[in-house]
């Protein structure tokens, strides 16, 4: 079982940065496909960026290329999510989510683990 904890969150203005962390349980981490997802109020949950065990494929949402940056750091069991220009629109809520096999996958149905989730707040 793997167990996932978000950290990072805030509160930044439009232009603004932030830096989300996941950190995992378990000793099945780096074989897992690990991404972010978001949930906005009202709003259904959605993909924003994976990345293969090794972290030499990553895969982007088009809402966010160019942005943010997915990186993870196998010896410390660990997931970033770099956000940068940050949009009122990117306000929402973010979780970290994690999967076996070797796919990157965007859809919410095909991940094993999840996060509780961390609050992004971008104010205009």
């Known amino acids: 079982q793997v167990q996932l904890v978000e950290s990072g969150g805030g509160l930044v203005q439009a232009g603004g940065s932030l830096r989300l962390s996941c950190a995992a349980s378990?000793?099945?981490?780096?074989?897992?496909?690990m991404s972010w997802f978001r949930q906005a109020p009202g709003k259904e949950r959605e993909f924003v960026a994976a990345i293969n065990w090794s972290g030499g494929s990553t895969y982007y949402a088009d809402s966010v290329k160019g942005r943010f940056t997915i990186s993870r750091d196998n010896a410390k069991n660990t997931v970033y999510l770099e956000m940068n220009s940050l949009k009122p629109e990117d306000t929402a809520v973010y979780y970290c989510a994690g999967r076996r096999g070797s796919r990157l996958r965007a859809e919410v149905s095909e991940y094993d683990y999840w996060g509780q989730g961390a609050q992004v707040t971008v104010s205009s």
């Open positions: 378990g000793r099945t981490f780096s074989t897992l496909v």
